[in-house]
């Protein structure tokens, strides 16, 4: 039995620049997080001569083409050897639709785990391109590539998104210490709204690609404020970070009508009112997890907590995508 996992995600600037609508003509820059929440792929020869795929759903076939799990059946044809007798069981500490990557999430540890069963060697890089090349390329997800490759890489990390596709990879340059406060400033809450990033980011991805000045000029600010977030952590003024998420929800909201929601902008205010100095929702907008930073952690908790919402407690995760058991 092989056992793979891959982290997820948050975003702490610059999101939505990792668009090949956007960055193929500008560039892109955003800095993302990967935390303790994992998703992770179990494979298992059988005896019998059937594929058994375990998700939400569970599928019985006896062909690869007969997978209706698009990335399954896509991730088996680009690295499974055409198996006729093979197990594959997903699982996940959080659902999927809930902004934090889970689908690239899946995928990279679906790949990391095929690359095992073939024994062969894949670097991070070249998994996260091969993730990309699956959601992308060949399902033609209207998303980007943040979330492949910080499931493959984890850390707090730097992507720059060239103009040709490549992707530059940096380390946040600054000491545990700033991490560690930057951490304990952080909570995250859901707000019982889950949604299809791709539902979000088409319409992005639509006027990005038909030039719309209005969406490019938001996204030209939100890269802006990626690289000040990026600015201020390394200078070690960690409790500009607030601030800057405020700066970043406000334009993100601009971005798309189905962003936010009554319920979600209560939440916000109330936050913003008892402890917080900034925050957004994490991924792609209209749901998933409300993110915030806090000045005062205890208050905040209390009146989101009295609000019913649902905190989620995590910790940066520092490994990427690897193999559990082998």
Not at 73 to 91: I, K
Not at 172 to 183: A, D, F, Q
Request: hydrophobic residues 35%.
């Amino acid at each position: 039995m092989i056992i793979t996992r891959s982290p997820l995600r948050i975003t702490l600037g610059g999101g939505g620049t990792d668009l090949p609508s956007y960055y193929q003509q500008h560039g892109g820059f955003l800095i993302a997080a990967a935390i303790d929440k994992y998703v992770m792929i179990t494979l298992h020869d059988t005896f019998q001569p059937e594929l058994i795929i375990k998700y939400s759903r569970l599928e019985r076939v006896t062909r690869v083409e007969q997978i209706e799990h698009p990335i399954v059946r896509e991730a088996l044809r680009l690295l499974g050897n055409d198996p006729t007798s093979l197990e594959v069981t997903s699982m996940a500490d959080i659902p999927a639709g809930t902004g934090l990557g889970s689908s690239s999430s899946f995928t990279t540890a679906l790949l990391q785990a095929l690359h095992v069963r073939r024994n062969s060697i894949v670097t991070r890089a070249e998994l996260a391109e091969e993730a990309c090349h699956i959601e992308i390329d060949l399902l033609r997800e209207p998303i980007g590539k943040q979330d492949q490759y910080i499931a493959a890489f984890g850390g707090v990390t730097c992507f720059t998104f060239n103009l040709d596709g490549t992707v530059e990879v940096s380390p946040l340059k600054v000491p545990r210490e700033t991490l560690y406060n930057l951490e304990d400033s952080l909570v995250m809450y859901f707000t019982g709204y889950s949604r299809k990033a791709s539902d979000i980011l088409r319409e992005q991805d639509t006027r990005s690609r038909g030039n719309d000045q209005g969406m490019i000029e938001n996204l030209h600010f939100v890269k802006d404020l990626g690289v000040r977030t990026r600015m201020a952590l390394e200078s070690g003024d960690v409790d500009r970070v607030g601030p800057l998420m405020d700066e970043h929800w406000r334009f993100k909201k601009q971005r798309s009508t189905g962003m936010s929601n009554a319920a979600i902008d209560d939440w916000y205010c109330l936050a913003m009112a008892n402890g917080a100095t900034g925050g957004k929702l994490i991924g792609a907008g209209g749901g998933g997890f409300l993110m915030f930073y806090a000045e005062d952690k205890k208050r905040l908790r209390h009146v989101l907590n009295e609000a019913g919402l649902k905190e989620v407690r995590w910790r940066f995760d520092y490994e990427g995508t690897k193999v559990v058991h082998q």
